[in-house]
């Protein structure tokens, strides 16, 4: 992924996995990439990844169950 230099990568790679959610390519239920993947798919840092992972959580489309990671809400 070509990151833009104005626009924090954080926020890109948040916009990328928000628009998987809504698209059904992670449906309801379904598991989202870990901190790890998604470091490593996306050639960011970890404390990045975990931002990106953070926004999907606080907007509600996202939810964390501890020792099995997080999963997209149902609606």
């Not at 959610?21 to 598991?31: A, L, N, T």
């Not at 470091?39 to 020792?67: H, N, V």
């Amino acid at each position: 992924m070509e990151f833009e230099p104005e626009v924090p990568r954080w926020r890109q790679v948040y916009e990328v996995l928000r628009a998987r959610i809504e698209s059904g390519e992670y449906p309801p239920g379904s598991r989202v990439p870990s901190i790890v993947q998604v470091a490593e798919e996306f050639g960011i840092a970890q404390a990045t990844a975990q931002k990106s992972l953070r926004a999907l959580k606080d907007e509600g489309l996202t939810y964390s169950e501890p020792g099995l990671g997080s999963s997209v809400r149902k609606k």
